[in-house]
């Protein structure tokens, strides 16, 4: 559903690229966090020598034991998650 937020200016045409700018910085600062958390599940990935979803699979059930790693793991699982989530909400954005 394409909702609409409104912005009232004395200035439109000097704040729309200022705007503009912010949410290009916004998704920018949100890639390079989702390429971060990528090279960290990679790191995990390669400890453990399991995929991601394979430890996915298995920790939530109580297959592996909890330990300050794997929690650490299903941390960066989540901010994954959250980061592609607000990626696409800025990516959604259009200004006119």
């Known amino acids: 559903m394409l909702q609409q937020i409104t912005i ?3 200035d439109a045409e000097r704040l729309k690229p200022l705007i503009q700018s ?9 890639e390079h966090g989702i390429q971060l958390t990528k ?4 790191a995990f990935e390669k400890k453990y020598d399991i995929s991601t979803a394979e430890f ?23 901010t994954l998650q959250l980061l ?3 990626k696409s909400v800025i990516q959604s954005a259009h200004i006119r």
């Open 8 to 10: 009232q200016t004395t």
């Open 22 to 30: 912010a949410i290009r910085f916004q998704l920018e600062d949100v």
């Open 39 to 42: 090279e960290r599940l990679a």
């Open 56 to 78: 996915e699979r298995r920790f939530h059930p109580g297959d592996l034991e909890e330990t300050l790693e794997f929690i650490e793991w299903e941390g960066e699982i989540e």
């Open 84 to 86: 592609e989530e607000k």
